[in-house]
């Protein structure tokens, strides 16, 4: 059992070094257009095994983001580290029928 303690030990350090980063950037309850609720609604669909279909309230936060600002997010190591895989997060935005800025690519 001690032998899973520095692992898990790691995962909390990783998770709250995460919620500090998402804390300040966003001061104003948003990153970059995108609602906390937006992105709690959008995980499901970019983490895990097996990824599910975003609901539609992930794809209307998707709308009102300011989309060229997500993407300069796109290989932050960040991503790896909270379990989002960055190519299904770029495939999010066709799966809500939104185009992919030039920044994507």
Do not use: I
């Amino acid at each position: 059992m001690a032998k899973y303690l520095p692992t898990a030990a790691l995962a909390v350090v990783a998770v709250l070094s995460l919620l500090s980063a998402v804390e300040f950037a966003m001061a104003e309850d948003s990153l970059c257009k995108m609602t906390e609720k937006g992105m709690v609604a959008c995980l499901p669909s970019v983490t895990g095994a097996s990824p599910t279909p975003p609901s539609d309230k992930c794809c209307a936060a998707l709308s009102k983001a300011d989309l060229p600002c997500l993407c300069k997010y796109k290989d932050s190591p960040v991503l790896s580290q909270v379990g989002v895989k960055p190519e299904l997060a770029r495939q999010l935005l066709a799966r809500c029928k939104l185009g992919l800025p030039g920044e994507c690519n």
